[in-house]
């Protein structure tokens, strides 16, 4: 049975009478904190403030975010983790609306009219399951993945009932963490026992990870065949068969997933992309635009599907192609995104032969770059570059392109974009030296500090790490090797009060540019034990 008063609540409605009626429901129940919330933007930023443990959500919210989109937003953002019981209460009944949640399912749905009698039935059978995540989730929230891991083995040696639950988990969690051989493990052992489309897609994923494309490619494919509305299994399929050097059948995968589901906005925008390489300007065309709308009031929304439309159309309707780039600047915020904006723009202007209009793009860039707090993104520097070279500001894009390089120096896909960027502006040469000798000067800087702790120079190798961090802010293994030598001086003890923070926020820093590299959770656990020694 539920102790409803121990659990915090959220109902999501935009009729007045729908949201009071819930909230009675749950206070009848015995509920004492309910909170409520007339939109799919207020419930957003609820759910960012508060880890609420049951969420009532109406599927039609009016104007913005469906109840869909919402729980979408929450899974992908990590504003709910798997302890939290979310109903989806609902008078839709459509395939639509069905297909739309395979991907983020909710843990039930309510028709209207609901009945206090029928949300505590579905609420009780939800919470059986759910009150054996409450530990894992709050082990998976604070990134400890040995500690979630360490969980589900525990509750897995007497809980059958949700054996399933905590295995599908388990996996997910070692997956994270980088730990194929662990993962591939327990998928094995599901799939012995039973032929799960998540268990295969699962093993695929590890085979992806190894780099045995072609296994993660014939598993996937199996996996459709036998579960054909499975899409995560179409998502993993077409990135096989891209690393396979197959675009035209990633094409034709994606093809198909959006068959079953067309209004997915990073499908869209990856079938555009697919489509434009192979000079299909139509069927890329017709997916952008695609994307933009369905994305509008989506998490999923990519910055990419604005510009890319506006690549395609910027040759013959230039005038769209600059009002879809001033609606990517409203529906997106943030400085890359206004940097990538008004660099189309300036190339745009200086496709149609404007040159002055270009030249003044490319002043506003400049003054964009030095007023921003950090360094752009790869993609934001690249365009950025293109724009530079374009209007004779050379020295500016070649160290924009400097950065990326250093940042990702061992990136070979993103280094040839950086190539084909000096290649357009005819520097082909002169741009090879200049990418050898970024990508050199990164690995100086990332080993020397390495370097420095084997010699035994421990105090020196913080100093040289803290230069390189500060220097490549954005460069991986960098802020591995960051925490790691913070870690290493702290294991001697002694050391400022300063570096464990720094240790940390570098590990998930990493962890969100690189999730999924087993070092985050080995250095995690290294940490962890330091905070519990005396």
Same mark, same amino acid.
């Given at each position: 049975?539920?102790?409803?008063?121990?659990?915090?609540?959220?109902?999501?409605?935009?009729?007045?009478?729908?949201?009071?009626?819930?909230?009675?429901?749950?206070?009848?129940?015995?509920?004492?904190?309910?909170?409520?919330?007339?939109?799919?933007?207020?419930?957003?930023?609820?759910?960012?403030?508060?880890?609420?443990?049951?969420?009532?959500?109406?599927?039609?919210?009016?104007?913005?975010?469906?109840?869909?989109?919402?729980?979408?937003?929450?899974?992908?953002?990590?504003?709910?983790?798997?302890?939290?019981?979310?109903?989806?209460?609902?008078?839709?009944?459509?395939?639509?609306?069905?297909?739309?949640?395979?991907?983020?399912?909710?843990?039930?749905?309510?028709?209207?009219?609901?009945?206090?009698?029928?949300?505590?039935?579905?609420?009780?059978?939800?919470?059986?399951?759910?009150?054996?995540?409450?530990?894992?989730?709050?082990?998976?929230?604070?990134?400890?993945?040995?500690? /979630?891991?360490?969980?589900?083995?525990?509750?897995?040696?007497?809980?059958?009932?949700?054996?399933?639950?905590?295995?599908?988990?388990? @996996?997910?969690?070692?997956?994270?963490?980088? %730990?194929?051989?662990?993962?591939? *493990?327990?998928?094995?052992?599901?799939?012995?026992?039973?032929?799960?489309?998540?268990?295969?897609?699962?093993?695929?994923?590890?085979?992806?990870?190894?780099?045995?494309?072609?296994?993660?490619?014939?598993?996937?494919?199996?996996?459709?065949?036998?579960?054909?509305?499975?899409?995560?299994?179409?998502?993993?399929?077409?990135?096989?068969?891209?690393?396979?050097?197959?675009?035209?059948?990633?094409?034709?995968?994606?093809? /198909?997933?959006?068959?079953?589901?067309?209004?997915?906005?990073?499908?869209?925008?990856?079938?555009?992309?697919?489509?434009?390489?192979?000079?299909?300007?139509?069927?890329?065309?017709?997916?952008?635009?695609?994307?933009?709308?369905?994305? %509008?009031?989506?998490?999923?929304? @990519?910055?990419?599907?604005?510009?890319?439309?506006?690549?395609?159309?910027?040759?013959?309707?230039?005038?769209?192609?600059?009002?879809?780039?001033?609606?990517?600047?409203?529906?997106?915020?943030?400085?890359?995104?206004?940097?990538?904006?008004?660099?189309?723009?300036?190339?745009?202007?200086?496709?149609?032969?404007?040159?002055?209009?270009?030249?003044?793009?490319?002043?506003?860039?400049?003054?964009?770059?030095?007023?921003?707090?950090?360094?752009?993104? @790869?993609?934001?520097?690249?365009?950025? /570059?293109?724009?530079?070279?374009?209007?004779?500001?050379? *020295?500016?894009?070649?160290?924009?392109?400097?950065?990326?390089?250093?940042?990702?120096?061992?990136?070979?896909?993103?280094?040839?974009?950086?190539?084909?960027?000096?290649?357009?502006?005819?520097?082909?040469? %002169?741009?090879?030296?200049?990418?050898?000798?970024?990508?050199?000067?990164?690995? %100086?800087?990332?080993?020397?500090?390495?370097?420095?702790?084997?010699?035994?120079?421990?105090?020196?190798?913080?100093?040289?790490?803290?230069?390189?961090?500060?220097?490549?802010?954005?460069?991986?293994?960098?802020?591995?090797?960051?925490?790691?030598?913070?870690?290493?001086?702290?294991?001697?003890?002694?050391?400022?009060?300063?570096?464990?923070?720094?240790?940390?926020?570098?590990?998930?820093?990493?962890?969100?540019?690189?999730?999924?590299?087993?070092?985050?959770?080995?250095?995690?656990?290294?940490?962890?034990?330091?905070?519990?020694?005396?």
């Amino acid at each position: 049975m539920i102790d409803f008063s121990r659990q915090y609540c959220l109902v999501i409605d935009d009729f007045q009478g729908m949201r009071t009626m819930l909230r009675d429901m749950l206070r009848e129940l015995g509920a004492q904190r309910v909170d409520i919330a007339a939109s799919g933007g207020e419930a957003v930023g609820m759910l960012g403030n508060h880890r609420y443990d049951i969420v009532l959500c109406d599927y039609n919210l009016g104007a913005g975010r469906t109840g869909q989109q919402l729980l979408e937003e929450a899974k992908v953002r990590n504003l709910v983790g798997p302890a939290c019981a979310w109903i989806m209460v609902t008078a839709e009944k459509t395939s639509d609306a069905i297909m739309g949640a395979v991907e983020y399912q909710p843990d039930a749905y309510l028709i209207k009219p609901v009945t206090a009698a029928l949300l505590e039935t579905r609420l009780e059978k939800i919470w059986t399951r759910k009150a054996a995540l409450q530990e894992i989730d709050q082990a998976m929230q604070a990134k400890n993945f040995s500690k /979630a891991v360490a969980l589900c083995d525990q509750r897995l040696q007497y809980d059958r009932a949700n054996a399933g639950e905590l295995q599908r988990l388990k @996996s997910q969690i070692l997956l994270n963490a980088g %730990e194929w051989d662990r993962a591939r *493990e327990v998928y094995e052992q599901v799939l012995a026992e039973r032929e799960l489309p998540w268990a295969k897609t699962g093993l695929a994923k590890v085979h992806f990870h190894n780099g045995n494309y072609a296994a993660a490619r014939d598993l996937l494919q199996q996996t459709i065949e036998e579960n054909r509305t499975y899409l995560e299994a179409y998502d993993w399929l077409v990135r096989a068969q891209q690393q396979l050097g197959d675009a035209e059948a990633a094409e034709q995968t994606l093809v /198909a997933a959006l068959r079953l589901w067309p209004n997915s906005p990073l499908r869209q925008k990856n079938l555009g992309e697919l489509a434009l390489k192979r000079g299909d300007r139509d069927a890329a065309e017709q997916a952008f635009r695609k994307s933009v709308v369905v994305g %509008e009031h989506s998490v999923m929304k @990519s910055a990419d599907a604005y510009l890319g439309l506006a690549k395609v159309v910027g040759a013959n309707k230039p005038d769209e192609a600059l009002k879809t780039l001033g609606l990517l600047q409203k529906q997106m915020a943030g400085d890359d995104i206004r940097l990538r904006a008004k660099s189309a723009e300036g190339l745009i202007y200086q496709a149609s032969n404007n040159p002055q209009k270009a030249e003044q793009l490319a002043g506003e860039v400049g003054e964009l770059l030095q007023g921003m707090a950090g360094k752009p993104g @790869s993609e934001a520097s690249m365009e950025a /570059a293109s724009l530079m070279l374009a209007t004779g500001r050379r *020295e500016t894009a070649v160290e924009l392109l400097q950065s990326v390089v250093r940042n990702n120096h061992d990136n070979r896909e993103l280094l040839n974009q950086v190539q084909q960027v000096f290649v357009a502006a005819n520097m082909a040469e %002169e741009g090879a030296a200049l990418v050898e000798a970024s990508r050199q000067e990164a690995i %100086e800087l990332m080993n020397r500090g390495v370097l420095l702790a084997r010699e035994g120079k421990i105090d020196e190798a913080v100093e040289s790490m803290y230069q390189a961090r500060a220097a490549l802010p954005a460069n991986v293994r960098v802020l591995f090797n960051f925490a790691y030598i913070l870690i290493t001086r702290m294991q001697q003890g002694n050391a400022p009060d300063t570096l464990r923070a720094d240790a940390r926020n570098a590990l998930l820093q990493a962890n969100r540019l690189a999730p999924g590299d087993k070092r985050f959770n080995q250095l995690m656990d290294a940490l962890a034990k330091l905070q519990a020694s005396p």
